[in-house]
């Protein structure tokens, strides 16, 4: 099993970055991703999920109505778009894939993990 992120960089504030998680080894549609962050000296925090199967999202509050989650079923990859970035949102961002076995459930706790992308925006 594979997940490799890209599309990280360095933004200025209020730009946009996409990023995107590519998978291989899962039955894509059997799982949902996640997208994570960890800011240096902060606790990894959780940022959106993507139920595959049936497209349900989730988005925590501090990015709501700023990124966006979606995922290209053909590509078996997930993307995850970031707009309106600010310095805070600086972090190295995991994508991670854990089984949807529950409807509803579409942030369940990981059985697998990519390296991680860093994401950096000035001021």
């Known amino acids: 099993v594979q997940l490799v992120e890209s599309g990280g960089g360095l933004v200025r504030a209020g730009e946009s970055l996409t990023l995107s998680c590519v998978t291989s080894g899962i039955t894509f549609d059997g799982y949902a991703i996640r997208w994570f962050r960890q800011a240096p000296g902060k606790e990894r925090e959780g940022v959106s999920c993507i139920a595959i199967e049936d497209g349900i999202t989730y988005y925590s509050d501090f990015v709501k109505g700023r990124f966006t989650i979606s995922s290209d079923n053909a590509k078996n990859t997930v993307y995850l778009q970031m707009n309106s970035l600010t310095p805070e949102d600086t972090a190295v961002y995991y994508c991670?894939?854990?089984?949807?076995?529950?409807?509803?459930?579409?942030?369940?706790?990981?059985?697998?993990w990519g390296q991680g992308t860093q994401v950096t925006v000035s001021s």
């Open positions: 991670a894939a854990g089984p949807y076995l529950i409807i509803g459930h579409m942030c369940p706790e990981p059985d697998y």
